[in-house]
């Protein structure tokens, strides 16, 4: 089933900032076949992955939502620099999931697909890939993009973000047919972000142990003239511990508190007086154990370009990221801010689960609090990621279509 990733708009490419460098790595390593942020692939397209030197060492491909978490079953070429995924009816046949038996086709209709590489380079050095592209969707029909996943456990912020695959002009009619409910009950609204957008929040932030409903009743619901849905779902989170951080940029530290107690306090780097990190509250997005972050695709051409950033969890669709940094003296956290805007914590190359920024990321949630405050910056938008919570309770309830 169809899934929640905000398309292109949050996870087309990984990105984000990082220290100036001048040695900048070699270009693209690993090549994914189609390529990442491609949409509208037809089902009976190639998909690949290759590397024109060296080997892969793992390759991971899943379908977001219905079958989030298990890996579509594929094969390595002989000498490991080819793996495409198995047929559905070989896939079925091993037991290892697919499309219906006798169906050649391992990509369904209306679907995202992520897949995850790591690599050795012709150098020998470790490269990682990660990339997204997504299904046609039949004509004349529509589907949302949810986020967070199905049965994820998320954080005590979590905003339920649906993006849809085509622009809603029957905007009352789409949201009348999405409800998002809890156990115990608490008043949640909508709000819609243009016609492509609709996010769900309540006026304070979810309890810990809430069970959460995101039902989807879309089928043949139409959404602009001649333009009707396709989805039945129910889609359901638990709200997990409270855990809210708060980033001094000023002091250069971040305090992370759990239930109203701080248990930890860690140092960090921040944005600088012309590239600053924005202000307010942030909802961690996604959660990366590695990615690349490439200054071309936030706007800072060929300043820098990290193939290997680890312990990433992205707080705006923009770029903003809070992510380990291995590459910075270690003296620099807690003492100056040197980022492009993003929010670094000291770490090693290829990621220490003992360090600053491993230890951050095992704590952390989906859906979990960031605010920033004593940046240059302004704040950021609601838009932007899912700062839904910067914007006031009136304001928000005025965004919906059914008012």
């Not at 270009?27 to 690949?48: K, L, N, W």
């Not at 939502?65 to 047929?87: E, Q, T, V, Y």
């Not at 409270?242 to 960090?268: A, Y």
């Amino acid at each position: 089933m169809v899934v929640a990733l905000l398309l292109a708009l949050l996870s087309a490419a990984p990105v984000g900032c990082g220290v100036m460098d001048d040695s900048k790595p070699p270009g693209d390593a690993i090549r994914v076949t189609p390529h990442d942020g491609a949409d509208s692939v037809p089902t009976d397209a190639r998909v690949e992955v290759s590397v024109p030197e060296g080997e892969l060492r793992s390759v991971r491909m899943q379908r977001q939502g219905k079958d989030a978490g298990r890996a579509i079953a594929g094969r390595f070429s002989a000498d490991r620099r080819r793996w495409h995924p198995l047929p559905a009816s070989d896939a079925n046949a091993t037991g290892r999931g697919g499309a219906g038996r006798g169906d050649k086709s391992v990509l369904q209709l209306a679907s995202t697909y992520v897949v995850d590489v790591v690599a050795i380079d012709g150098e020998g050095d470790r490269v990682i890939r990660h990339a997204t592209f997504s299904t046609r969707v039949p004509p004349h029909r529509f589907v949302g993009y949810f986020r967070p996943e199905d049965r994820q456990t998320v954080g005590t912020a979590t905003i339920v973000s649906i993006e849809f695959s085509r622009p809603i002009t029957d905007r009352a009619a789409v949201e009348r047919a999405i409800s998002v409910t809890s156990r115990p009950r608490v008043p949640v609204a909508a709000h819609w972000f243009g016609r492509t957008r609709l996010d769900f929040r309540p006026r304070t932030f979810w309890q810990p142990g809430t069970e959460v409903v995101l039902d989807l009743r879309l089928r043949d619901v139409r959404g602009a003239p001649g333009v009707y849905g396709t989805q039945r779902k129910k889609v359901r989170y638990t709200i997990g511990r409270d855990q809210r951080s708060i980033v001094d940029v000023r002091r250069h530290t971040l305090t992370v508190q759990r239930g109203g107690r701080t248990v930890d306090r860690l140092e960090i780097t921040a944005g600088t007086k012309k590239n600053p990190t924005y202000n307010g509250l942030m909802v961690i997005s996604e959660k990366f154990p590695e990615t690349r972050m490439n200054g071309d695709t936030v706007g800072f051409g060929g300043e820098y370009d990290i193939k290997d950033v680890p312990h990433a969890m992205r707080l705006t669709r923009s770029g903003t990221f809070l992510h380990g940094n291995y590459w910075a003296p270690r003296r620099t956290f807690g003492e100056k801010n040197t980022s492009h805007g993003c929010i670094g914590l000291q770490d090693e190359r290829g990621g220490d689960d003992k360090s600053p920024a491993g230890r951050f990321f095992r704590q952390s949630l989906v859906g979990d609090l960031v605010t920033v405050r004593g940046s240059h910056d302004r704040t950021v938008t609601a838009d932007n990621g899912l700062g839904g919570w910067n914007m006031p309770w009136e304001k928000w309830v005025a965004g919906s279509a059914l008012k």
